[in-house]
């Protein structure tokens, strides 16, 4: 495609854009020193973006309701959020140093800012002694037991001018302008929107004026020319995602239709909003502002953007409207466009693993492009257990200010041994720098685990990256690099050849020894993937063994692709214990029969994943699958809930009684075993033991099973040493 109308200039209010690319605001959580100051990590991250191509880039969340909403502080009055509320100049310096360094590439860069967390933000301020707050009396997201009682109208207005006051500083420091972080269930969503605000007395219980007030405050402040785009849930569609009885039970009946989130952007419009980037859901379908891997490709673009890019045209009303969701196609972002659903469209994640994604598209280089696989372990699960914003498929994304790949001042040979993510990661990145490099692999093809997990419909992504993988790997194999596939090496086949060898050859699958294992008939997880999960004719009972997100996705996906009964048994309290919450979320959603990866109802399962938590696999019979599980075992379809990390203490979980349990026999005719592997090592220390080269290394599966951010990670670090 020639992709003309990704690369036409626009305009939000009088702020003219380059092109039609626009980086999505993703947190920049622990990226600013604890006052809020940006570092270089920040800087450096953002600038590397406008390096490639993006037109506008959106900074993370900024909030500005310190000393009201209790959640956005840390000890000490610290954050782990950047700051630019109040007048502190020692956190201007770092704003305007952001500015000044995206400008440098002709793009275009606005501030996100956000009213607070709220009810969804971390509970630990209630066991600090602090009282929690929200637009009404609400239940933490984490801890439900724990309440948020509602802001007087003093502070709420006094979050109104700080709003104003940040803008200014932002203005100040050189930003172009605003977005408004109005949606997703966060503080501004809570004060705007019938689940969370019911106040029935004052200037807020109009659910649209807290909005107003800020649009107005920031206006008021810059000058009617500085641009303000407001980040809207066009709805929240709880309704949709969970049907009536849990909607009227969990969230009283209340949401924002369409209709009512199409006539409270007309509102601000009026106000002086310029543009809307328009999404779906909030913190309890989370999977809706953040599209798992799983979702097809714009799953609700036409629905939402496309809607309100119609409804604007109807009522003649001058705002753009900027499409949000699983863009990184760049024949779909183009095909947004030329339908008209809407003026702009984001790109979060992608830009993350591939900086330039739009340097590439416009040169027409699809194909080297890095593509997002989905699983949202750097970019989102790592800050969630106190890290910063990185990415699983680009091991410099967030460490921009501190990676750098320079030409190795002594040239080695070296031999790589396994070409999954890992290995193919180690292989680019020593041939980059110079050295002399073979990559020996047992199979065909490169990508490794990931292999298994890309035969599946809903890892579209992953089969996409593998894909991608394989033309960059076919492409530096006649640039230099050496591949030898369908090889299985030995120790004599490297010993005393080379001067580096890196062990990524992977993991072996675990199969436990179960009393009458034999009197059904089964499969590893792996073989069964790679086997094209073809299962007997007759089978079609299945139980799988082991409920983490490999045996969840097998048990969704035999149940969605082949209408197979399926049960899951997982030993731990919760099925995918560890998962990111928006693909753990939407996996459960999907497997209890609520939805699909087309997010369309009518494709949700007949016949939902039954699962059994809490529980374990004792015996076989013909026929049968019996389980000890445990009788207070809880609900494991709850995904409106959250897992919080193990190092936040939740005072009103209670360990289960593990003597209380019951047998139960599952109906089988197939069992399959998704029980993980152990780190194939044996070859690494044979290696060591037998001083085959003077350096020696073992990433990725081959020293600690993980995933594919670790193994990625782990080969980058040691390429870039050697």
Known sequence: MSYHKIFEPGKIGKCKIKNRIIMAPMGNINMADPIGRPLPKMIDYFVERAKGGTGLLITGL?????????TVSEDNDTTYFPRIDGSSRTRMSGWRDLAAGVHSFDAKIFIQLTAGLGRVGSPEPFLKGKLLKSASVNKNFYVPQLPHLPFSNRQIKKIVKSFGQSAINAKVSGFDGVQL??????????????????????????????????????????GEDFPIIYRVDLTQGLRESYGEEIFNKKFRGMERTIEEGLEFCRVLAEAGVDAFDVDKGC??????????????????????AGRLKAFFKQE???????????????????????????????????????????QKVRENRVQEIIHCIGDQEGCIQSFILGGHPCCTVNPYTGFEDTKRLEKAEKIKKVAIIGAGPGGCEAAKTALARGHQVTLFEKTDRVGGQLVAGGKMKIKHDVAKYLSNLQY????????????KYNT??????????????????????????????????????????????????????????????????VAFSLAYEQGLEVTVVEMLPHLMTGTVHANRSMLLWMMMGKGAPSGRQEDVLQVPVKA??????????????????????????????????????????????????????????????????RADDLLYYELLKQKAAPEVYCIGDARTPGRAWEAITSANEVARFI
């Open 612 to 677: 059994f938590t809490s529980s374990k696999v004792v015996r076989f019979a013909k026929g049968k699958t019996f389980i000890m599980a445990n009788r207070k075992r809880k609900d494991p379809y709850t995904p409106w809930t959250t897992l919080i990390p193990d190092n936040i203490h939740n005072p009103f979980d209670r360990p289960l009684n593990p003597k209380n349990v019951e047998e139960i026999a599952i109906d089988t005719d197939f069992v399959i075993y998704a029980t993980g592997g």
């Open 181 to 222: 972080h109005g949606h997703e269930g966060y503080l501004m969503d809570q004060l705007t929107s019938a689940p969370w605000n019911r106040r029935k007395l004052g200037r807020y219980s109009n659910k649209f004026q807290f909005a107003i007030d800020v649009v107005r405050e920031i206006k008021k402040t810059c």
């Open 472 to 483: 960059q790997m076919d492409l530096l194999s006649k640039n230099g690099l050496e591949i």
């Open 283 to 304: 913190y309890d379908n989370w999977f809706w502002p953040h599209p798992p891997a799983y979702f097809n490709d714009i799953p609700y673009v036409e629905e939402m």
């Open 62 to 70: 900024t909030p500005v309701s310190y000393g009201v909403d209790p």
């Open 488 to 553: 299985f090496v030995k120790v004599e086949d490297l010993k005393g050849k080379y001067d580096v060898i890196i062990c990524a050859n992977g993991l072996t699958p675990v199969i436990p020894e179960l009393e009458g294992k034999d009197l059904v008939r089964s499969v590893g997880a792996r073989e069964l993937l790679l086997n094209g999960m073809k299962l007997p004719d007759d089978a079609r009972k299945v139980t799988v063994i082991g409920g983490g997100v490999v045996g969840c996705e």
């Open 316 to 358: 003649k009303i001058d705002a753009q409207v900027i499409a949000v969701g699983k863009l990184g196609d760049p024949d779909k972002a183009e095909e947004v466009l030329e339908k008209g659903w809407a003026d702009f469209f984001m790109l979060g994640r992608p830009l993350l693993a591939d900086p330039y994604w739009p």
